[in-house]
Antibody, heavy 122, light 110 residues
Framework: EVQLLESGGGLVQPGGSLRLSCAAS????????MSWVRQAPGKGLEWVSA????????YNADSVKGRFTISRDNSKNTVYLQVNSLRAEDTAIYYC???????????????WGQGTLVTVSS | QSALTQPPSVSGSPGQSVTISCTGT?????????VSWYQQPPGTAPKLMIY???NRPSGVPDRFSGSKSGNTASLTISGLQAEDEADYYC??????????FGGGTKLTVL
């Protein structure tokens, strides 16, 4: 059974940083791309970042380029999202999601975690 | 990376069929057969219903079907049931090597 467990969310001041983690199990982790998708309160889904199965390629939405960095440790079956220079508009539930395959064109999530809430407020 | 365009809401009675459209551009929906659809009941994580335009994951009822014509993809739900009431989102791969979601459609079962 595929399981994705996010952690690391919380309350942070504007300009602050957090590191989100997602521990995966139930599949061959290194064979699949992983993504982070966020959802602001009462709003729709927004794709944020993705990383290929090997970790050699990363992809980011324009809204977070230069501020968010995705990485993975295949030895720990874990994907990370380092979020810096946080703004109020980054407040959202951040979901970790497993891709259909390992490459960019197959990033489309097929399994999702339950999410971790990031609140940016002073 | 503009969001794909979906109608804000659709509705139907039990047993009827509804179709949700998802309009993109020649840089995303129109150029790739990499369109997915997700169902999200309130307070829960999204669930994959259709991938690569028309493929159903194991466990998804065959009442759910997907199609594409030009820059517009569609999700059709036939034989509506009360449990189908949820928000639905489309997504597509883009030629910028990114993914984009639609704004979401709220399905109400009358």
């Amino acid at each position: 059974e595929v399981q994705l467990l996010e952690s690391g969310g919380g309350l942070v001041q504007p300009g602050g940083s957090l590191r989100l983690s997602c521990a995966a199990s139930g599949f061959i982790f290194s064979s699949y791309a992983m993504s982070w998708v966020r959802q602001a309160p009462g709003k729709g889904l927004e794709w944020v970042s993705a990383i290929s199965g090997s970790g050699g390629s990363t992809y980011n939405a324009d809204s977070v380029k230069g501020r968010f960095t995705i990485s993975r440790d295949n030895s720990k079956n874990t994907v990370y999202l380092q979020v810096n220079s946080l703004r109020a508009e980054d407040t959202a539930i951040y979901y970790c999601a497993k891709g259909l395959g390992s490459s960019a064109s197959r990033i489309s999530p097929d399994y999702w975690g339950q999410g971790t809430l990031v609140t940016v407020s002073s | 990376q503009s969001a794909l365009t979906q109608p804000p809401s659709v509705s139907g009675s039990p047993g009827q069929s509804v179709t949700i459209s998802c309009t993109g551009t020649s840089s995303d929906v129109g150029d790739y057969n990499r369109v997915s659809w997700y169902q999200q009941p309130p307070g829960t994580a999204p669930k994959l219903m259709i991938y690569e335009v028309s493929n159903r994951p194991s466990g998804v009822p065959d009442r759910f079907s997907g199609s594409k014509s030009g820059n517009t993809a569609s999700l059709t739900i036939s034989g509506l049931q009360a449990e189908d009431e949820a928000d639905y989102y489309c997504s597509s791969y883009t030629n910028s090597l990114t993914w984009v979601f639609g704004g979401g459609t709220k399905l109400t079962v009358l």
